[in-house]
């Protein structure tokens, strides 16, 4: 079974930093790649989508990146804002099925 | 379009009741699923469709039920409500090869 997981679970850091959240998966063999952005109490809402084949995808201030072969992915923010602040989600799809981390909470301190 | 519509938003059932969480989808979407999302836990697969007529189990499906007789709808049927069903299901779908978008939610207590 595929597992995902996601380190630090909880980061806080001051506007205008650029940071890094991680994703690590167990099985190399995937489609693709999601990222998501959770507001409390609110779904799910898609940020980017790697395909197996791609290295990385850029949207605005977000850029995913994908290493297969050592099971990682990053998502880079550049210049945070306090509205970035959410509970950052991956899920990678193998097989039939999409498997989640447990998220990392993100807080920017204006 | 709206995307991924589910209904209620809310609801408190006692234990032993039965209900439907409704998911509907206008994007023409093959893929649709159901998590659940409880603390500490991330997203689990409940049931899952590869199209109309069409479902397979995930994770955790014991206590429920699906059904897909069309491309748009697919509910989930909670057969005798338990304390431990207490969560937030989510609803998704998305086309062959491509990600999901999800549902804004049921949050359901079970009392």
């Known amino acids: 079974k595929q597992e995902v997981t996601q380190i630090p679970a909880a980061l806080s850091v001051p506007e205008g930093e650029n940071l890094v959240l991680n994703c690590s998966f167990t099985?190399?063999?995937?489609?693709?790649l999601q990222w998501f952005r959770q507001d409390p109490g609110k779904g799910l809402t898609s940020l980017l989508l790697i395909q197996s084949s791609q290295r990385e995808q850029t949207s605005g201030r977000l850029n995913a990146s994908l290493d297969k072969s050592s099971g990682r992915s990053t998502l880079y923010i550049a210049a945070s804002q306090p509205g970035d602040s959410a509970t950052y989600l991956c899920?990678?799809?193998?097989?039939?099925?999409?498997?989640f981390g447990t998220g990392t909470s993100l807080t920017v301190i204006p | 379009n709206a995307g991924v519509t589910q209904t209620p938003k809310f609801q408190v059932l006692k234990t032993g009741q039965s209900m439907t969480l409704q998911c509907a989808q206008d994007?023409?979407?093959?893929?649709m699923s159901w998590y659940r999302q409880d603390p500490g836990m991330g997203l689990r697969l409940i049931h899952y469709?590869?199209?109309?007529?069409?479902?397979d189990q995930g994770e955790v499906p014991n206590g429920y039920n699906v059904s897909r007789s069309t491309t748009e709808d697919f509910p989930l049927r909670l057969l005798s409500a338990a304390p431990s069903q207490t969560s937030v299901y989510f609803c998704?779908?998305?086309?062959?090869?491509?990600?999901?978008?999800f549902g804004s939610g049921t949050r359901l207590t079970v009392v």
């Open positions: 994007m023409n979407h093959e893929y």
């Open positions: 899920a990678v799809h193998t097989g039939n099925q999409f498997y």
């Open positions: 469709s590869v199209g109309a007529g069409i479902t």
């Open positions: 998704a779908s998305r086309p062959q090869g491509h990600g999901y978008t």
């Open positions: 099985d190399s063999a995937i489609y693709n």
